[in-house]
């Protein structure tokens, strides 16, 4: 069975910084795409960011490019999200996602079949 397990969130000031993340189980995930998605109050769930498996090669939604890194290390199965220069308008739960087939590229996580994590609540204060 397939768990993803988030790790990392909480309340920062604004301008601060913040690291997610995420631990996958249940199956070697070397080269699928992970990624991270999230979810504002009111609002539908966005895509952030992901890093494909084969070459880790990244994607990045506009309002976080050069912000945020995305990050993983294969032999942990684990991919991570590091988060500076937090703006109030960051919050938001943040699912991580692992795409379920092999050898996707990162710019097709959102359109393709994910596993997701239950999510972890990022508040940024102004």
């Known amino acids: 069975q397939v768990q993803l397990v988030e790790s990392g969130g909480g309340l920062v000031q604004a301008g601060g910084s913040m690291r997610l993340s995420c631990v996958a189980s249940?199956?070697?995930?070397?080269?699928?795409?992970m990624g991270w998605f999230r979810q504002a109050p009111g609002k539908g769930r966005e895509f952030v960011t992901a890093?494909?498996?084969?070459?880790?090669?990244?994607y990045y939604t506009d309002s976080v490019k050069g912000r945020f890194t995305i990050s993983r290390d294969n032999a942990k199965n684990t991919v991570y999200l590091q988060m500076n220069s937090l703006k109030p308008e960051d919050t938001a739960v943040y699912y991580c996602a692992v795409a379920k087939g092999g050898n996707t590229p990162a710019r097709t996580l959102g359109v393709t079949p994910l596993y997701w994590g239950q999510g972890t609540q990022v508040t940024v204060s102004s």
């Open positions: 249940g199956r070697t995930f070397s080269t699928s795409a």
């Open positions: 890093i494909s498996g084969s070459d880790s090669s990244t």
